[in-house]
C-alpha cells in the first residue's frame, strides 16, 4: 500500500502561476467596505426630539469601483481602511458634528454630500490615473434610517 504523500505547500499555494498570469479580466468591478464612528449633534430649526444634543453610532457603506490592478484587486479593502479614516473617522469621530463640520443642519442628507466631495477628492489622489471612482455612499444615522448617495444622480 503506498503512503498517502501531502502535497507540497507550493504545490496547494498554486505558487506555480507567474504574476503575469494573475490578470484574468479588464471589466470594471465594485467593491464595497463598511465603516463606523460615534458623534454627537442636534439639528436646528427643528421640532422634535433631535433638536435636544444626541448621538448616534453612524454607519458608512462605501462602494467604489475601477479595472482590477495586475494582482486582481480594484483598491485594497486595508487601503480603503485607512483612507476613510483619514478623511473621515479622524475628523469625526467622537466629536460634535455641529462645530467640526462646515456650516450646515448636521442631517444625513447633508453630512453625506460633505463625505462625497471629501472621499472622491482623496480616491481621485488615491488611484484616479486607474479610474478608481466613487460609486455609491450610504449613511446609517441609526439601524432604520438612512441617506445615500450615487454616481448616476450626482449633478
Ligand atoms: N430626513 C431626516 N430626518 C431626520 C434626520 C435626518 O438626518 N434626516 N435626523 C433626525 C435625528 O437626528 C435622529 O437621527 C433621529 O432619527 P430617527 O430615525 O427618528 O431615530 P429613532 O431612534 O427615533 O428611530 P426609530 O428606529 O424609529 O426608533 C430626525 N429626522
Ligand atoms: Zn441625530
Redesign the pocket.
Given at each position: 500500500m503506498s503512503a498517502y504523500k501531502i502535497p507540497s505547500r507550493l504545490q496547494v499555494l498554486g505558487s506555480d502561476i507567474d504574476r503575469s498570469q494573475l490578470k484574468y479580466h479588464d471589466r470594471r468591478v465594485a467593491v464595497t467596505k463598511e465603516f463606523t464612528f460615534d458623534a454627537a449633534?442636534h439639528?436646528h430649526a427643528?421640532d422634535?426630539?433631535?433638536a435636544n444634543l444626541?448621538g448616534?453610532t453612524y454607519k458608512v457603506v462605501m462602494t467604489v469601483s475601477g479595472r482590477v490592478n495586475e494582482i486582481g484587486m480594484v483598491v485594497d479593502f486595508g487601503d480603503l481602511k485607512r483612507l476613510f479614516e483619514d478623511v473621515i473617522k479622524r475628523r469625526l469621530d467622537h466629536q460634535y458634528l455641529n462645530e467640526v463640520l462646515p456650516p450646515m443642519n448636521t442631517?444625513?442628507?447633508n453630512m453625506i454630500v460633505w463625505m462625497w466631495e471629501e472621499l472622491e477628492r482623496a480616491l481621485e489622489a488615491y488611484a484616479g490615473d486607474r479610474g478608481v471612482r466613487l460609486e455609491r455612499l450610504v449613511l446609517y444615522?441609526?439601524?432604520?434610517?438612512s441617506?445615500s448617495l450615487e454616481r448616476a444622480w450626482m449633478s
Amino acid at each position: 500500500m503506498s503512503a498517502y504523500k501531502i502535497p507540497s505547500r507550493l504545490q496547494v499555494l498554486g505558487s506555480d502561476i507567474d504574476r503575469s498570469q494573475l490578470k484574468y479580466h479588464d471589466r470594471r468591478v465594485a467593491v464595497t467596505k463598511e465603516f463606523t464612528f460615534d458623534a454627537a449633534h442636534h439639528l436646528h430649526a427643528y421640532d422634535g426630539k433631535c433638536a435636544n444634543l444626541h448621538g448616534h453610532t453612524y454607519k458608512v457603506v462605501m462602494t467604489v469601483s475601477g479595472r482590477v490592478n495586475e494582482i486582481g484587486m480594484v483598491v485594497d479593502f486595508g487601503d480603503l481602511k485607512r483612507l476613510f479614516e483619514d478623511v473621515i473617522k479622524r475628523r469625526l469621530d467622537h466629536q460634535y458634528l455641529n462645530e467640526v463640520l462646515p456650516p450646515m443642519n448636521t442631517t444625513a442628507e447633508n453630512m453625506i454630500v460633505w463625505m462625497w466631495e471629501e472621499l472622491e477628492r482623496a480616491l481621485e489622489a488615491y488611484a484616479g490615473d486607474r479610474g478608481v471612482r466613487l460609486e455609491r455612499l450610504v449613511l446609517y444615522e441609526t439601524p432604520t434610517s438612512s441617506a445615500s448617495l450615487e454616481r448616476a444622480w450626482m449633478s
